[in-house]
C-alpha cells in the first residue's frame, strides 16, 4: 500500500523569504506521479506542482521547486520569495499507477506573515 | 472553461437520512474521482469511475455509500442511513485519462447532526 507522511503540522516564514515543506512517501510501483496540492480557505484544490518518478530533474513552476530524492523517498517543496497569497494548507499526493487515486499526506498549513 | 462543479456546497441533514451528494466533471473528461476530507485531514479516496463504470470502489467505507456514473459525466454519491462520524468534505475530481492531472470541485460540506 502507498503511504504519504508530512511531518510539520504548521509552518511559518515572512514575507518575501524562502520556506521549505517535507514529504516522504513509500510505494512498491515502479511507476508514480508526486504532487503538491495547495488548498486555501476556500477549499479548493489547487495543483502546485508535479514529478514524474521516472524524471531525475527536479520539477519546478516559478517560485515552486522540488527536491526529488528517489532513494530516500523524499519530495520536499520550497516555495521561494513566499507571498501573502500562499498562505494556505499544503497536501503531498502520490498517484497510483494502477487506478491514478491520489493518496495524500495530512497537510501542512503555511502561513506568510507580513 | 467550466470547471468541476459540485452541488450542494453545504448540506446539513439529520442521523439516519438519506443524502445525495452530485459531481459535474469537466466535459470530455473519462476519469472522476470521489474524495472524503475530514476536519484537519488531507482527502482519502472513495471511488474512481472510468467511464460510466465503478474502476475502483475500494475506498468506499461500507455498504451505506454508493455512487453513480449512469451517462458517463455526471456523478452522484448515495449515503444511506447518514452517521455523525460521515461529515467530512466531499471533493470531487475528475482528469481526461488516469494518468492525468485532477481537478478538483469546490466540495460539499456535509454536516450530519
Known amino acids: 500500500a502507498q503511504t504519504v507522511t508530512q511531518s510539520q503540522p504548521e509552518m511559518s516564514v515572512q514575507e518575501a523569504e524562502t520556506v521549505t515543506l517535507s514529504c516522504t512517501y513509500d510505494?512498491?510501483?515502479?511507476?508514480?506521479?508526486l504532487f503538491w496540492y495547495k488548498q486555501p480557505p476556500s477549499r479548493q484544490m489547487i495543483l502546485v506542482i508535479r514529478?514524474?518518478?521516472?524524471?531525475?530533474q527536479n520539477a519546478t513552476e516559478n517560485r515552486f521547486s522540488v527536491n526529488f530524492q528517489k532513494a530516500a523517498k523524499s519530495f520536499s517543496l520550497k516555495i521561494s520569495d513566499s507571498q501573502l497569497g500562499d498562505t494556505a494548507m499544503y497536501f503531498c499526493?502520490?498517484?497510483?499507477?494502477?487506478?491514478?487515486?491520489?493518496?495524500f499526506g495530512q497537510g501542512t498549513t503555511l502561513q506568510v506573515k507580513p | 472553461g467550466a470547471g468541476v462543479s459540485q452541488t450542494p456546497s453545504n448540506k446539513v441533514t439529520e442521523k439516519g437520512k438519506y443524502v445525495e451528494l452530485r459531481c459535474d466533471p469537466i466535459?470530455?473528461?473519462?476519469?472522476l474521482y470521489w474524495y472524503r476530507q475530514s476536519l484537519g485531514q488531507g482527502p482519502e479516496f472513495l471511488i474512481y469511475?472510468?467511464?460510466?463504470?465503478?474502476?475502483?470502489d475500494s475506498g468506499l467505507p461500507n455498504d451505506r455509500f454508493f455512487a453513480v456514473r449512469p451517462e458517463g459525466s455526471v456523478s452522484t454519491l448515495k449515503i444511506q442511513r447518514t452517521e455523525r462520524g460521515d461529515s467530512a468534505v466531499y471533493l470531487c475530481?475528475?482528469?481526461?485519462?488516469?494518468?492525468?492531472?485532477?481537478?478538483f470541485g469546490p466540495g460539499t460540506r456535509l454536516t450530519v447532526t
Open positions: 510505494t512498491s510501483e515502479s511507476n508514480y506521479y
Open positions: 469511475f472510468q467511464g460510466t463504470g465503478a474502476a475502483d
Open positions: 475530481a475528475s482528469s481526461p485519462g488516469r494518468d492525468d492531472e485532477q481537478y
Open positions: 514529478q514524474e518518478a521516472y524524471k531525475q
Open positions: 466535459s470530455g473528461h473519462t476519469a
Open positions: 499526493a502520490s498517484h497510483s499507477g494502477n487506478t491514478g487515486k491520489l493518496i
